[in-house]
């Protein structure tokens, strides 16, 4: 229902004639939504075209024209494929239809004949996980132009794989050595719209037609040239930021992931401070990783106010699959019941990176390790150690923390463990990671220099400031082109840092738009529309406009995640930054924050019903947070109970600890008395002696209505 409103609001939004047009939008009587729509009566572009035709710059135009109108908004279609393209005759003149304006569906890697095309039209940078724009359609756009000029296309033989390797590496052959008749400059705008690097990629639809005036193939003011928007209309469209200076520490980590297939088992530590692009630089690695064929595990990212993040909690979901994790282990022998569960995972990873589901090799990424509890830094100790000749690779990434580099220090002797710090970047990549936005301007260096003094090469803050440049008029359009006002540059107060840059951002939104970045700052991980429009409750136009600009304005970006289950591949939300979270957060008063926590938690609720248990940690973490005392204490109990039973002793003192302090209101004495011994148990079992006694004297006092043998246990 929520991808027919969202297409049925775009499709609205866009009157253009070569985009398919609706009529209505509606409930059956079982309340199924459905839309109706202008009938086509054509067939996809490949079948009307076979080779190269004069008609075809025709058609081309008019598709160019229609995907033009989607950019100004500031949209990308990112499924453009032909049977989104449907062709007919109108009077022995070719017209074509834009369909299917749902955006950002779930792609699939799954070599299964269905989802196969579709993701084979897509460009490589949505793969990577990355923000897109206008070049990301017009990739696509020239996989359906290959197609129909050659013949060749993600079905034409081969597998995914290959075809995706031939994207990513610009393995395309000229289209005029398939067929002479095609003009130079369409096979020359082919190669380039196809190259995988965006930057060499026209920035629009309307710079590929300013090429076809140019090369002779139209006539400049053709009606053919119309774009069915006003001259007038501000164009929404902003390219994305260029992913520089990073080739070397890509092309090691490419060296690393060769020598784990070959049986030899690598650890990688990647350190470097907020805002250096670790991120980004995990996404870049693990497209290529999976074009290498090897069997990716990315663990989610999350927000600075979540839960401690458990690396053991994740495993033990993805490698157990519902299973119960057996254990009969009791909290006495809490060191012995550890590393029993570690040699656990261990071997679950072992067996799984050397069996036939991993054709390649097992890679495990690990995102923000600041994030995740002391657990998992044992964790990732103990498996560093006990590693021996799986194909396996372990990458982390983290902020230049003390616990993060004693562990590096600590497993620096072995040879199969190795440490990349991440830099700032130099002049040179500032000036091309503005140039990438600021494309038309040849005279630069000013806008770099600035930028370059204020960022000190860290990307977040050149990006950040940017943007901000970009809102307050010192970058701005020309018609096409993007320009900067080098007297606007100097009046332009400098922030004190990057932070101060972001608060200044949120104070333009709407009152919509801060709510939606409150609600993804609460929620702390990745968050679907679903989701939003469950917790806000907005009319799914208001929605999907906040949705577009945030991300419009570099607020939200994409995050992809592989269901390792059905191998589908995911897309969610999520806010674009650590700066951004902490600056978003620290505005919400303290009882506005309890009740987005409580929204946040019936909305998962809500959406969530079929697998509870999954997200049971995350409610429960909700409900606490949110004041609801009663939720909050039948969920902490349910998850401190779960968290033991996974020998999780740290999560399960913490929930418990939580539903003691709730347990006043709800339990009676005797249950109250078995809670503080159960609190002073995981104390006791994890380390924290001192805070056990405290338990035990507190339940000493309630001793004496029970029996004897309570007050032996509580004696010790």
């Known amino acids: 229902g929520l991808r027919l409103s969202r297409e049925f609001f775009y499709l609205s939004q866009l009157a253009h004639p070569n985009i398919v047009r609706v009529f209505d939008y509606g409930l059956t009587i079982d309340n199924s939504p459905f839309f109706t729509m202008e009938f086509v009566p054509g067939v996809p572009i490949t079948r009307f075209f076979r080779g190269y035709q004069p008609a075809l710059l025709e ?7 229609a995907l033009d109108a989607i950019h100004r908004e500031g949209l990308v279609h990112c499924d453009i494929k032909p049977n989104n393209i449907l062709v007919f005759d109108n009077e022995g003149k070719p017209v074509v239809k834009l369909l299917d304006l749902g955006f950002i569906e779930d792609v699939s890697f799954s070599s299964s004949p269905s989802p196969r095309g579709t993701l084979g039209y897509i460009a490589p940078e949505l793969l990577k996980g990355g923000e897109v724009d206008s070049r990301t359609d017009l990739y696509s756009l020239g996989l359906v132009l290959y197609e129909v000029l050659t013949g060749i296309g993600p079905a034409s033989g081969g597998s995914l794989e290959e075809w ?8 395309f052959e000229p289209v005029s050595k398939f067929n002479p008749a095609v003009p130079a400059a369409l096979d020359n705008l082919v190669l380039r719209l196809l190259n995988p690097d965006p930057r060499r990629r026209p920035a629009n639809a309307e710079r590929v037609l300013e090429e076809f005036v140019s090369a002779g193939l139209i006539v400049p003011e053709s009606p053919r040239m119309q774009t069915g928007v006003e001259p007038s209309v501000i164009r929404r469209d902003l390219l994305v930021p260029a992913f520089v200076g990073r080739a070397p520490l890509i092309a090691r980590l490419k060296e690393l992931l060769g020598e784990a297939a070959a049986g030899k088992p690598r650890v990688v530590f990647i350190s470097g401070e907020r805002g250096a692009g670790k991120s980004r630089i995990l996404g870049e690695f693990k497209f290529l990783a999976q074009l290498e064929q090897a069997t990716v595990i990315a663990f989610e990212p999350v927000a600075l106010g979540a839960r401690s993040q458990s690396l053991v909690e994740s495993l033990i979901n993805l490698l157990w699959r519902g299973e119960e994790v057996e254990t009969d282990i009791s909290l006495e022998f809490f060191q012995e019941s550890k590393f029993q569960l570690f040699e656990r995972l261990v071997r679950r990873l072992r067996a799984l990176a050397d069996s036939h589901r991993v054709p390649h090799s097992l890679v495990l990424l690990v995102d923000d390790f600041e994030l995740f509890d002391p657990l998992s830094l044992e964790f990732v100790r103990y498996l560093a150690l006990s590693l021996e000749q799986e194909r396996l690779l372990l990458v982390i990434t983290g902020l230049r923390e003390k616990r993060l580099l004693d562990l590096v220090g600590e497993l620096s002797e072995r040879p199969y463990c190795y440490h990349l710090d991440v830099d700032t970047l130099d002049r040179e990549a500032v000036h091309e990671l503005v140039s990438s936005v600021v494309s038309d301007d040849d005279k630069v260096d000013e806008l770099v220099n600035w930028v370059y003094e204020f960022a000190g090469g860290n990307p977040l803050a050149t990006i950040e400031v940017i943007y901000s440049m970009i809102e307050q008029g010192v970058i701005f359009r020309e018609g096409l082109h993007w320009r900067y006002s080098p007297e606007s540059l100097r009046n332009f107060p400098i922030p004190k840092n990057v932070a101060d840059l972001v608060r200044h951002r949120l104070e333009v939104l709407t009152p919509e738009e801060r709510e939606l970045l409150e609600v993804g700052a609460v929620t702390a991980g990745p968050f679907t529309i679903e989701f ?5 409750n907005y009319p799914d ?40 979270e902490t600056a978003v957060t620290e505005r919400i008063p303290q009882e506005r924050r309890r009740e987005l926590h409580r929204r946040v938690a019936l909305a998962l609720e809500l959406v969530h019903t079929d697998k509870k248990d999954k997200i049971l940690f995350d409610l429960a973490h909700q409900w606490i947070q949110s004041g609801d005392r009663e939720q909050a204490y039948r969920y902490a109990l349910a998850a401190g109970k779960k968290a033991q039973e996974w020998l999780l002793f740290d999560e399960a003192r913490l929930f418990y600890e939580s539903a003691l302090n709730l347990a006043s209101d709800f339990v009676t004495p005797a249950e109250r008395f078995n809670l503080i011994e159960r609190v002073g148990e995981l104390r006791e079992a994890t380390g924290r002696y001192h805070e056990a006694i405290d338990s035990y004297q507190q339940g000493m006092s309630l001793a004496a209505q029970f029996a004897g043998e309570n007050r032996m246990i509580l004696a010790r």
């Open 59 to 65: 058609v081309l135009i008019q598709l160019l024209s």
């Open 164 to 171: 995706l390797r031939r994207q990513y590496y610009s393995g």
């Open 532 to 536: 939003l429009r469950a917790v806000l």
């Open 541 to 580: 136009r208001t929605l999907f406009q906040a949705v577009n600009r945030l991300k419009g304005l570099g607020l939200l970006r994409t995050f992809y995640s592989r269901d390792n289950e059905s191998e589908e591949v995911r897309g969610a939300l999520i806010l674009s930054s650590k700066v951004l």
